[in-house]
């Protein structure tokens, strides 16, 4: 074993990377960045913010190019799985620079898709820079979902007119491009592709740095959008907003890698933290990464062979399950470090912090439900 890969998230645990993965050129990159510059910087980072020279080095080693990247057909592997794989080292090595740089893949997957009036040419602009990670990409839509959501969108003699307010936009001042949504009438939601960079659109106004007690280290703001004028060459999709919301549901439905990464993270912590605290510890990090490599086999499966509206109660219950599963471990891992977890800068701390976030990111109302019930009848011992 390469000294990378020994000290890779989850190695020597049942999370560990499998060897046809870490063989694919973009894992094996990725994790040589995770292993050499990330996971020492983590505190820092989560505390003091992303510094560009991370999404600089993220942008080298071919990760902003994830959706586009062919594994050798020799390999067997698939583009999503190689995908998967760089989120869950990502999301283990460094949250904050996990979370900025997944907010780039909104745009992205948004182009492929693109049904704007001059949707090619849309393309032709973003996708090649995109994916080498000269331009950056975030994101601002989630509260597409709320019943009156903050951004509306009119329409004008030359496109649409912006107004609200993004609650949360995560990158701001590491992106050149956000993937924006808005409320259009007749119930429908508007996507637009709007310059937020140096020389950007200049209706779109930071307020101020959200104080966050997780995560805060991912450069997050909320962003007014004052009069932000979109030409049909910006536009990507307008559609109806119920159908929207439903591939969101569906997608969300799903488990997702990070939260895999997350565990892999605290695992790795318990098994470090078994000398000092007691070798109840290690038997507890290796237990933990067992039963989340068993719910990462069954949640990766139904979204493998299974189309999106099938088995959906079986999806939410397993997302909600290694949710679970990591606010445990992280707790652990606060029970074995003692006192000094509660002080930010401590890995333990954060840890648990990062179990929190994770419960509200993407979260769908049907998951929320099935947290409620997971959490009044204990743990899934399927």
């Known amino acids: 074993m390469s000294d990378r890969m020994q000290w890779a998230p989850g190695a020597g645990t049942a999370l560990a990377t499998p060897p046809d993965l870490a063989a694919d050129p973009l894992v094996s990159s990725v994790t040589e960045l995770a292993v050499g510059t ?44 190689v995908v998967r794989e760089v989120n869950e080292l990502l999301s283990a090595a460094d949250p904050s620079t996990w979370f900025v740089h997944t907010q780039h893949f909104g745009l992205v997957k948004g182009l492929q898709g693109a049904t704007g009036p001059e949707a090619a040419a849309l393309r032709e602009r973003w996708s090649a820079d995109l994916a080498s990670g000269t331009r950056r990409g975030t994101a601002g839509f989630a509260f597409l979902r709320h019943a009156r959501p903050p951004v509306t969108a009119e329409p004008t003699a030359d496109g649409w007119r ?39 659109d200049p209706g779109l106004v930071p307020a101020g740095a959200a104080e ?14 004052r009069d932000v004028l979109v030409p049909p060459s910006a536009v990507v999709c307008v559609q109806p907003r119920a159908e929207w919301a439903r591939a969101y549901d569906l997608e969300n439905a799903n488990a997702h890698p990070a939260v895999f990464g997350h565990v892999r993270a605290a695992a790795d912590f318990l098994l470090r933290s078994a000398p000092a605290a007691g070798a109840a510890y290690e038997d507890l990090g290796l237990r933990v990464a067992q039963d989340a490599a068993r719910l990462r086999t069954e949640a990766y499966a139904l979204r493998d062979e299974l189309p999106p509206q099938e088995r959906v109660e079986d999806r939410l219950a397993l997302r909600a399950a290694v949710l679970e599963l990591g606010v445990r471990a992280a707790t652990a891992c606060v029970a074995a470090t003692g006192g000094r977890a509660i002080s930010y800068g401590n890995t333990a701390g954060r840890l648990a912090r990062e179990a929190q976030f994770h419960l509200i990111q ?15 009848g204990g743990p899934d011992t399927r």
Do not use: I, K
């Open 38 to 81: 990330l996971v020492p910087a983590a505190e820092e980072t989560a505390q003091e913010g992303v510094p560009r020279s991370h999404l600089d080095a993220l942008a080298r080693c071919g990760a902003y190019g994830a959706l586009g990247h062919t594994p050798d057909p020799r390999s067997g592997l698939t583009t999503r799985q």
């Open 162 to 200: 912006l107004r609200g307010r993004v609650p949360w936009m995560t990158g701001w001042g590491l992106s050149d491009v956000v993937y924006l949504g808005a409320l259009a009438p007749d119930d429908r939601v508007l996507f637009a592709a709007v310059d937020c960079g140096p020389d950007g």
């Open 212 to 225: 966050l007690w997780a995560m805060n280290g991912t450069r997050t703001v909320a962003v007014e959008v």
């Open 362 to 376: 993407a979260q769908t109302s049907g998951l929320r439900s099935e947290m409620a019930r997971l959490l009044l």
